[in-house]
Antibody, heavy 115, light 108 residues
Framework: QVQLVQSGAEVKKPGASVKVSCKAS????????MHWVRQAPGQGLEWMGI????????NYAQKLQGRVTMTRDTSTSTVYMELSSLRSEDTAVYYC????????WGQGTLVTVSS | EIVLTQSPGTLSLSPGERATLSCRAS???????LAWYQHKPGQAPRLLIY???SRATGIPDRFSGSGSGTDFTLTISRLEPEDFAVYYC?????????FGQGTKVEIK
């Protein structure tokens, strides 16, 4: 069965970076693009970007351009989302979700940014 | 960017009642690439409807989606206790992908 398993919760200081992983199983990793979505406390869902696990190309939400990088490792069927220059507003639960309709989601990773 | 506006913000209903949720797009959604998700606290969102009206695998038939162009609707025919949650629409016909702000369905 399809599974997306994310890395564990992180606590970071403002200005630091965080890298969240999402390991896929149960399907052909390179056949489906992967998205990252986040939800800040009390807020709605925010699309962050998409990566093509086959070629590695990525496309990011404009507001995160320059701070977010999405990569993949085909040998382990894992995609990564790295967010730099963290600020308190980046405190959120981060999800990976499979393209195109987001039919499968990771369990979520809480990233807390606090001094 | 396509802006999705959901209404109402909160829907207060009793179990057994019918829920009608609206999602309006600022411009036409390509090929009805509109999806609905259910989101409960502490859980990942769950895909309910894709292609505006197709139920995802395992979704009960009390959930139905309709609409095209700029106006879409999610209907829950008879609310079960487990249906009280936040519901989001999302368009996946153009980039960037966008979500509506959500409709909370709460117990009256």
């Amino acid at each position: 069965q399809v599974q997306l398993v994310q890395s564990g919760a992180e606590v970071k200081k403002p200005g630091a970076s965080v890298k969240v992983s999402c390991k896929a199983s149960g399907y052909t990793f390179t056949s489906y693009y992967m998205h990252w979505v986040r939800q800040a406390p009390g807020q709605g869902l925010e699309w962050m970007g998409i990566i093509n696990p086959s070629g590695g190309s990525a496309n990011y939400a404009q507001k995160l351009q320059g701070r977010v990088t999405m990569t993949r490792d085909t040998s382990t069927s894992t995609v990564y989302m790295e967010l730099s220059s963290l600020r308190s507003e980046d405190t959120a639960v981060y999800y990976c979700a499979r393209d195109p309709e987001f039919d499968y989601w990771g369990q979520g990773t809480l990233v807390t940014v606090s001094s | 960017e396509i802006v999705l506006t959901q209404s109402p913000g909160t829907l207060s209903l009793s179990p057994g009642e019918r829920a009608t949720l609206s999602c309006r797009a600022s411009q036409s959604v390509s090929s009805s690439y509109l999806a609905w998700y259910q989101h409960k606290p502490g859980q990942a969102p769950r895909l309910l409807i894709y292609g505006a009206s197709s139920r995802a695998t395992g979704i009960p038939d009390r959930f139905s989606g309709s609409g095209s162009g700029t106006d879409f609707t999610l209907t829950i025919s008879r609310l079960e206790p487990e249906d009280f949650a936040v519901y989001y629409c999302q368009q996946y016909g153009s980039s960037p992908r966008t979500f509506g702000q959500g409709t909370k369905v709460e117990i009256k």
